[in-house]
C-alpha cells in the first residue's frame, strides 16, 4: 500500500471521533480566530481562500462567515464527509476537495491565501507542500500556517 492511502486511511479512521470533537469547538474559540486572522485578510483584498487539510472543516468555516469564497482540500474522503454533512446542516457553500496537499489539482496563481491548520506535522514531504502551495497563490498572496509541536516530551516550563 502507497504511503499516502495509508495515511488517509488513518485519518478516515480518525474523522469519526475528530468530526465530534471539532464539531463541538465552542463560538468563543472560533471569534478568537477571527480575531487572530482579521489582520491578515485587512491587508489587501483577499477573497478566494484555500485551506489545505481542511478536516471537518473548522478554520475553512471560520474563513467563509468572514466573507471568503473558500475551497477545502483533505487526503481523506472521511473527513471530507463530516464538512460536506456541515456544510449541508450549516447551508453553506464551499468548494470541497479530496487532493493530496502536495500535489494540488489546481492552476497556478488561483488564490489569494493558503491556511493549513494542524497539517504540516503529519506530511511526508513539508517542503513540496508548501512549493504547491506557493505555486497556487497570487502574486502579493499569503500562506497562513498554524501547527504545534505535538509530541515534545519536554516538559513545559509554566
Ligand atoms: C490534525 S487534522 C487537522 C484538520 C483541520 N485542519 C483542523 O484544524 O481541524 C489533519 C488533516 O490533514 C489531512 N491530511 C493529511 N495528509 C494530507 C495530505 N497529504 N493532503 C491533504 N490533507 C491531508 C488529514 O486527513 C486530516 O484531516
Keep these: 500500500m ?30 478568537i480566530w477571527k480575531r487572530c486572522l ?24 471560520v474563513l467563509h462567515d468572514m466573507g471568503l469564497d473558500v475551497t477545502s482540500v483533505d487526503l481523506s474522503a472521511g473527513m471530507l464527509s463530516f464538512a460536506n454533512d456541515a456544510c449541508i446542516h450549516q447551508k453553506r457553500d464551499l468548494g470541497l476537495c479530496l487532493a493530496d496537499a502536495e500535489s494540488l489539482p489546481f ?18 514531504d513539508p517542503a513540496r507542500a508548501i512549493a504547491e502551495w506557493m505555486r497556487v497563490l497570487c502574486p502579493g498572496g499569503r500562506i497562513i500556517a498554524v501547527d504545534g509541536n505535538w509530541f515534545d516530551p519536554t516538559p513545559s516550563s509554566w
Design 107 to 124: 492552476q497556478s496563481l488561483s488564490f489569494d491565501l493558503v491556511t493549513s491548520r494542524h497539517l504540516l506535522w503529519t506530511l511526508p
Design 2 to 31: 502507497q504511503t499516502k492511502e495509508v495515511i488517509a486511511g488513518y485519518w478516515d479512521l480518525r474523522s469519526k471521533s475528530y468530526g465530534r470533537g471539532v464539531v463541538a469547538s465552542k463560538d468563543e474559540e472560533r471569534e
Design 38 to 61: 482579521a489582520p491578515f485578510l485587512a491587508e489587501r483584498d483577499v477573497f478566494k481562500a484555500l485551506d489545505v487539510g481542511a478536516g471537518t472543516g473548522f478554520l475553512s468555516f
